[in-house]
Each structure stands twice: as structure tokens, then as C-alpha cells.
């Protein structure tokens, strides 16, 4: 079945940078795009950023977030730089045009002083 595994979340001080992981299984993942996604306390699931065939960043990150891939790995990376307290959420990955696929368990990032 398709699954997906995120890791590499933390805390750390506004200003820093983490680069996050989400290992995916049960589909062709080469030929699958793939996005980030996170959802702060309280409010709704937002989309981050887009790797189908080019990069999409939502306005939020641009220019502090870069999403790529490892397709021999079936991996999706989201590396993370100039870190703000309004970046703290929990991270999840999932196939970009696929409404029904079961979310991971994400993974927490903390963005604090």
C-alpha cells in the first residue's frame, strides 16, 4: 500500500535551517509528483511546495525553502533555511494529485528562541 514516512523535524532557533525527509513506498515514485504540506496549531493543512516537474513554492517560503528528490531512494527532501516562529508546524508529504492517499504521521517542527 502507499505509504509515506517524514522524519528530520526538530526544534530550532528562528533564523536556522533543517532539512526534512519523507521516504514513499507502494507507487512508482519517479514518475509521481510529489508535495509538501503543514499544518500549524489551529488552523488548516496548507501546501508548501510542489516537485513535479518544476519546483512551486507557496509565497510563504519562497526563497527560504528548497524541495527536491532522490529517485533512486524514493525520497522527497524539504530543506529549510531562515527558519521563522510562523514556520512551526507539523510537515507531511503526500502525492501531489492523489485527494485520497492516508497521510504519514508527519513530522514536528518548532521554530523558537
Known amino acids: 500500500q502507499v505509504q509515506f514516512v517524514e522524519s528530520g523535524g526538530g526544534l530550532v532557533q528562528p533564523g536556522g535551517s533543517l532539512r526534512l525527509s519523507c521516504a514513499a513506498s507502494?507507487?512508482?515514485?519517479?514518475?509521481?509528483?510529489m508535495s509538501w504540506y503543514r499544518q500549524a496549531p489551529g488552523k488548516e493543512r496548507e501546501l508548501v511546495a510542489t516537485f513535479g516537474g518544476t519546483p512551486n513554492y507557496a509565497d510563504s517560503v519562497k526563497g527560504r525553502f528548497t524541495i527536491s528528490r532522490d529517485n533512486a531512494k524514493n525520497t522527497l527532501y524539504l530543506q529549510m533555511s531562515s527558519l521563522k516562529p510562523e514556520d512551526t508546524a507539523v510537515y507531511y508529504c503526500?502525492?501531489?494529485?492523489?485527494?485520497?492517499?492516508?497521510w504519514g504521521q508527519g513530522t514536528q517542527v518548532t521554530v523558537s528562541s
Open positions: 503526500k502525492r501531489t494529485y492523489f485527494a485520497r492517499d492516508t
Open positions: 507502494g507507487f512508482t515514485f519517479s514518475r509521481t509528483a
